[in-house]
C-alpha cells in the first residue's frame, strides 16, 4: 500500500532562507506559515496560514495536521526567546512530529555571540517538548557579511583577526531541502553548517569587495570604540548593541572559526565559497 505523505509546514518564507526552502520543496506543495498573508510568495501546489510565534493559539491552529514543521529562528528581539518557546509549545500541542530548526554554530548559555543564547533556549525548549528534531547549526552568512560594511565600504569591529567559516544561506536552504525531503534520515541529528574555509575579515572584505565591485576593507575596533561607534548613531537598547557588537568578538575569540563537513556530507557536494555565494561580479 503506497504510504501517505507527511504534511510539511514551513515558516519564514517572506524572508530570504525560508522563501528558497519552501520554493526547493515546492513538490511536496508545503503549508506556508506566514504572518501577513499578502507578503506570501507565489508558491504552486502550497497553502497558507497566518501565525505569528507569539500567538500560540494561531500558531496551534496553523499546525494542526502537520508532520513535520521547518522553523525559522524569529528576527532579533527582546522577547524573541519567549516567541520561539511560544511557538514550539504550540507545535507540540498541535501534534508536531518533528521540527527542524535553523540554530547557531556554538549555540551555548554562555555564547560569546548574544543572539547564540537565544539558539540554545529554542534548543533546550525543542528537546524538551518531545517532538523529534534535527538542528541546522549555521554559522554567519556568507552572502549577510557584505553588508556589515558602512557607506565607506568599512566593516568595523571588534573582530581582531580572528577567523569566520561563514556559510551561504543557499546552502543553508539546500541542506533544509534535502532533510525536509527524507526527515526520517535525520532524526535527532544536529549539523554544524559552514562554508569549505574560515576567513578573516581582511580576507571576506577584500574578496567580497572583487566579486561585488565595491572597495570593501575592514577597520578594526576596540569594544570600547564598537560600543560607543554603535551608541552614537544608533539609539537602541543594550541587548542590541550587545548583539552587534558581539558578532564581531566572537570571530575574535575563535567561536565561528572551526569548518566542517556537514553541508556536503548531507547535500552530497561541497560547501559553497564567498565567490560563489556572492555570485559573479556585475557586467562592465
Ligand atoms: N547566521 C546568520 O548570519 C544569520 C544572519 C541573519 C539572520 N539569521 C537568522 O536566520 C533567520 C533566517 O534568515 P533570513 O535571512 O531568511 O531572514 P529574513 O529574510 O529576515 O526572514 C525572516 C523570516 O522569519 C519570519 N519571522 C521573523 N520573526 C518571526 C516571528 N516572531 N513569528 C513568525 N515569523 C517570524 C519573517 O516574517 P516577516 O516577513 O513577517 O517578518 C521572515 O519570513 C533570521 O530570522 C535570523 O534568526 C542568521
Do not use: C, K
Not at 37 to 53: D, E, F, K, N
Not at 86 to 102: N, P, R
Not at 181 to 199: I, K, N, W
Not at 270 to 275: D, F, N, Q, V
Amino acid at each position: 500500500m503506497p504510504r501517505t505523505r507527511a504534511t510539511l509546514a514551513v515558516t519564514g518564507s517572506t524572508g530570504a532562507l525560508g522563501g528558497d526552502v519552501a520554493r526547493l520543496l515546492a513538490d511536496l506543495e508545503p503549508r506556508l506559515i506566514v504572518r501577513d498573508a499578502s507578503r506570501a510568495p507565489s508558491i504552486a501546489g502550497s497553502t497558507l496560514a497566518v501565525a505569528s510565534y507569539d500567538d500560540r493559539e494561531a500558531s496551534a491552529s496553523a499546525l494542526r495536521g502537520v508532520d513535520v514543521l521547518f522553523m525559522v529562528s524569529a528576527s532579533e528581539s527582546r522577547t524573541r526567546r519567549e516567541d520561539h518557546r511560544t511557538f514550539i509549545a504550540a507545535a507540540a500541542s498541535a501534534g508536531v512530529g518533528h521540527l527542524v530548526y535553523t540554530s547557531f554554530a556554538g549555540a551555548a548559555e554562555d555564547a560569546t555571540f548574544t543572539l547564540g543564547r537565544d539558539h540554545h533556549d529554542a534548543e533546550a525548549a525543542i528537546r524538551e517538548s518531545g517532538m523529534r528534531f534535527t538542528l541546522l547549526r549555521d554559522n554567519f552568512y556568507l552572502d549577510v557579511l557584505p553588508f556589515f560594511a558602512d557607506e565607506s565600504g568599512a566593516i568595523r569591529g571588534p573582530a581582531g583577526q580572528g577567523r569566520v567559516a561563514a556559510v551561504a544561506r543557499a546552502d543553508v536552504a539546500d541542506v533544509a531541502a534535502v532533510v525536509l525531503g527524507a526527515p526520517e534520515e535525520h532524526l535527532d541529528a544536529a549539523y554544524e553548517l559552514t562554508g569549505p574555509e574560515a576567513l578573516t575579515l581582511d580576507e571576506v572584505a577584500a574578496r567580497a569587495g572583487t566579486v561585488l565591485g565595491r572597495d570593501l576593507r575592514y577597520v578594526e575596533e576596540t569594544l570600547d570604540q564598537a560600543y560607543g561607534s554603535r551608541r552614537a548613531a544608533y539609539d537602541v537598547e543594550q541587548w542590541q548593541l550587545d548583539a552587534w557588537v558581539s558578532t564581531y568578538t566572537a570571530i575574535a575569540d575563535g567561536s565561528t572559526a572551526r569548518v566542517t563537513d556537514d553541508v556536503e556530507r548531507v547535500v552530497g557536494r561541497p560547501a559553497r565559497t564567498l565567490e560563489q555565494a556572492l555570485g559573479p561580479a556585475p557586467a562592465g
